[in-house]
Nanobody, 122 residues
Framework: QVQLVESGGGLVQAGGSLRLSCAAS????????MGWFRRAPGKERELVAR????????YYVDSVKGRFTVSRDKAKNTGYLQMNSLKPEDTAIYYC???????????????WGQGTQVTVSS
């Protein structure tokens, strides 16, 4: 069982940057694909980005392409989401989760943390 804890959220002005971290417990985390999700007020949780366990393949939702970068450090059992050129519409609670195989489906992921709040002011 993988357990994940997100950190790094905060309040930032539009155009600013934040780096989210996803710390994993459980020695098998490095064998899972990792996804970053977000849930904005009044909206469903959506996949933002994901990365394979080897780090060789990534996926981004269209709205964040060119602005967000997902990565992972297997030696540190930690994943990251670098968010640049932030927009007010990026405001949400951000979560990371793990899946046995890369997937765009929320239901395929497990090990959800409590999330970290990202607020982008205009």
């Amino acid at each position: 069982q993988v357990q994940l804890v997100e950190s790094g959220g905060g309040l930032v002005q539009a155009g600013g940057s934040l780096r989210l971290s996803c710390a994993a417990s459980g020695r098998t985390f490095s064998r899972y694909a990792m996804g970053w999700f977000r849930r904005a007020p009044g909206k469903e949780r959506e996949l933002v980005a994901r990365i394979t366990w080897g780090g060789g393949s990534t996926y981004y939702v269209d709205s964040v392409k060119g602005r967000f970068t997902v990565s992972r450090d297997k030696a540190k059992n930690t994943g990251y989401l670098q968010m640049n050129s932030l927009k007010p519409e990026d405001t949400a609670i951000y979560y990371c989760a793990a899946a046995p195989l890369p997937s765009n489906r929320v239901g395929d992921y497990d090990g959800w943390g409590q999330g970290t709040q990202v607020t982008v002011s205009s």
